[in-house]
């Protein structure tokens, strides 16, 4: 994406000059307008980098599979998860995405890549990859959809291959809490529980987003504990480069999520989208430089810990707040 | 309540005391999908109650429900029992807290009387995505609601009488025969939910296995209204029953910042100087909650006539 678009439409994230963990939850759908232009009016966000991140999907899955896992009672909630994102999909782009009901059949058409699919529902050998890996080739978004039962939250299925720093393969089954094990403060402090309250009494159709952010070396929307040997050498340059050097290298990560609850199915839909900004083309916007770099330098050490910006920290600190 | 503006397009006796009004948009256009076992809650005149929804739950066009005539009753269903084709109708949208459990290897229904609305998408639903159902309907022998429907989706599966000790009989046998981690599903007049639960128990059913409609309290309640004190600019705000306090402030000009308006994030926290909080929140500890001394105005309201608030 050409830089300009790209700083028009990022969703920065941070809200004040400190920052600690919250229960940020906001209804979906309502544009933000920042210093620089507007995001969220979309619940799917297709921008300039569509077919690239879905290029970088397909061969990341290709030399992964396991990036993508369903538990075997959750298949009805991923037909769910596909019809409702095509529905979306093509109601927010019907010039060029379509879904049609033809003869028992549904027919998907899609123009920006050039995707044409005729499939019933329910049978999962019609698409490529399957309902969930099928929805992965046509939205930007990593997918986790949550199953609710004994008044919990189940993460059983999902595809995602831009993770930050955690493992689909590994949290597949596992409940809410259980997920968030390694994230600090949350427990104690009361915030995922209110989250999951909150989340258990979402009704059918019910939609709201929240943001989470961090810093990553490298421009790589994988930064998945898998991939960890090609991202580790960014890291370990990160760490000793100062100035332009850092400014070009250190991006700041943001994820845009929804917490969609579907209604046919009554599953959870996570819907994950990653945006990259380098801090460079960041300090471009001084409102958001200083502010970031405010963020940055009250930090607790346990959260920048988690977060994995410890390395360069204080460099990006010293790059944001300098002179 | 945020309703569905919706028309009867539909209204038939199934049964003798058993009335199916099917709903639809006036344009026609879809419906909020929904999971089985969704209610919904309808507005009858004076009343509102709750409804179990016996449609399919994706992509509705049409919301199906079956009332049945209570005549000692508070007179919601009469009312329904008289609503015609083309009749408005205003319903909430679809809530669900009687889902199936898809880790379950068998569900086994049990439904009495009117009790089998409820099953009915639960039925759908099984023999759309094949999974493991049976169904134990207990039914008065003039009364058999929609059995021709059940007849047809479940053939051998389903079993029902009107008789109170085969009935007994086959709850009993159906309930030793189960392979665990079978999910049991009771939907019916209290005496019978009793008696399948305590049979379930009985015999051994851990209670997570178990679950019965119980139709949730309907959408929080409008409150009472009163009056919001801004200390510091001297004003008074009048906040009526059924509006919040935040929209309230927002609509005098008083800037309060939100997110979610759920009472969850915390962002709308405000200082109480005089008065009661009544908390409706999710976000405050017990410690704020006995203190009274700042409420969440998204959704919290005043216990006493006047609250006066740091603003
Ligand atoms: C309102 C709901 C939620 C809240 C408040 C919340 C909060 C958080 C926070 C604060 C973090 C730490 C992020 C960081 O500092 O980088 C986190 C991480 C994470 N969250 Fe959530 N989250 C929510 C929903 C979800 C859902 C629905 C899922 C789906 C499974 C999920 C999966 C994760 C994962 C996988 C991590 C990384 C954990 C790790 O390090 O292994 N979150 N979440
Ligand atoms: S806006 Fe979130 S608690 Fe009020």
């Avoid at chain 1, 596909?82 to 028992?104: F, H």
């Amino acid at each position: 994406m050409n830089p300009e678009s790209r700083l028009a439409r990022f969703p920065f994230p941070l809200r004040a000059d400190t920052y600690r963990y919250s229960t940020n939850i906001e209804p979906a759908r309502v544009p933000v307008r920042t210093e620089t232009g507007e995001w969220g009016g979309v619940l799917l966000d297709v921008d300039d980098d569509y077919a690239a991140d879905l290029a970088e999907r397909k061969r990341i899955l290709k030399a992964d599979p396991g990036r993508l896992q369903v538990l075997p009672h959750v298949r009805p909630a991923c037909w769910d998860a596909l019809l409702t994102c095509l529905r979306e999909l093509a109601a927010q782009r019907p010039d060029e995405l379509s879904l049609r009901c033809e003869g028992g059949e549904l027919a998907w058409r899609n123009d920006l890549l050039g995707v044409c699919a005729r499939f019933r529902e329910g049978d999962d050998d019609a698409l490529p990859g399957g309902p969930l890996g099928f929805l992965g080739s046509q939205i930007q978004d990593d997918i986790v959809l949550l199953d609710q039962r004994e008044g919990a939250l189940w993460a059983d299925a999902g595809l995602v291959t831009f993770a930050s720093g955690w493992s689909l393969r590994f949290d597949v089954g596992m409940r809410f809490d259980e997920v968030h094990g390694p994230v600090p403060r949350v427990h104690e402090d009361g915030v995922l529980a209110r989250a999951e309250r909150f989340l258990l009494r979402l009704r059918p159709g019910q939609e709201y987003r929240r943001t989470n952010w961090s810093l990553a070396a490298g421009g790589r929307l994988d930064h998945s504990a898998e991939s960890s040997p090609e991202w580790a050498a960014d890291r370990a340059r990160a760490a000793t480069a100062r100035g332009r050097e850092l400014a070009a290298l250190v991006h700041l990560r943001v994820e845009v999520q929804h917490l969609v609850r579907l209604g046919a199915s009554g599953a959870l839909l996570f819907l994950i989208r990653t945006y990259l900004l380098p801090l460079a083309e960041l300090a471009r916007v001084p409102a958001w430089r200083l502010r970031l770099g405010r963020v940055l330098a009250e930090l607790p050490d346990d959260i920048a810990g988690y977060k994995g910006l410890t390395p360069f920290r204080d460099a990006a600190v010293e790059y944001l707040l300098g002179s | 309540m945020t309703g569905l503006e919706l028309v009867v397009t539909r209204s038939a006796e199934v049964v003798p005391g058993v009335r199916e009004l099917v709903l639809a948009r006036p344009d026609g256009g879809p419906l909020p999908a929904h999971p089985a076992g969704s209610h919904v809650v309808a507005e009858c005149g004076e009343r509102r109650n709750a409804y179990s929804l016996t449609n399919g739950g994706a992509e509705p066009r049409e919301y199906a429900v079956a009332v049945l005539r209570r005549p000692g009753g508070r007179g919601g269903s009469a009312w329904l029992h008289e609503r015609r084709p083309g009749d408005p109708l205003v319903v909430s949208a679809p809530r669900c807290a009687f889902a199936p459990v898809l880790t379950a290897r068998r569900h086994l229904l049990v439904a009495g009387g009117i009790g089998i609305t409820p099953m009915l998408a639960h039925v759908r639903d099984a023999v759309r995505w094949n999974r493991d159902v049976e169904l134990l309907y207990a039914h008065r022998p003039d009364a058999p609601a929609y059995a021709a429907d059940l007849d047809r989706l479940l053939g051998e599966r389903l079993r029902r009488t009107s008789d109170r000790r085969e009935f007994r009989g086959l709850l009993g046998d159906a309930l030793r025969r189960q392979p665990l981690g079978t999910h049991l599903y009771v939907c019916g007049p209290a005496p019978l939910m009793e008696l399948v639960t305590d049979t379930a128990e009985a015999a051994g059913w851990p209670a997570q296995r178990v679950h019965r409609e119980r139709f949730t309290a309907a959408e929080v309640a409008p409150g009472t209204p009163f009056t919001a004190r801004l200390r510091r600019s001297g004003r008074d705000v009048a906040v009526a029953a059924g509006t919040t306090l935040l929209d309230a402030l927002h609509a005098a000009g008083v800037a309060v910042p939100s997110m979610c308006r759920q009472g969850v994030c915390g962002e709308c926290r405000v200082p109480v100087l005089a008065g009661q909080p009544q908390h409706r929140d999710e976000y405050l500890d017990e410690h704020e909650r006995a203190a009274g001394t700042c409420v969440l105005p998204c959704v919290s309201r005043s216990e006493t006539g006047v609250l006066e608030v740091d603003l």
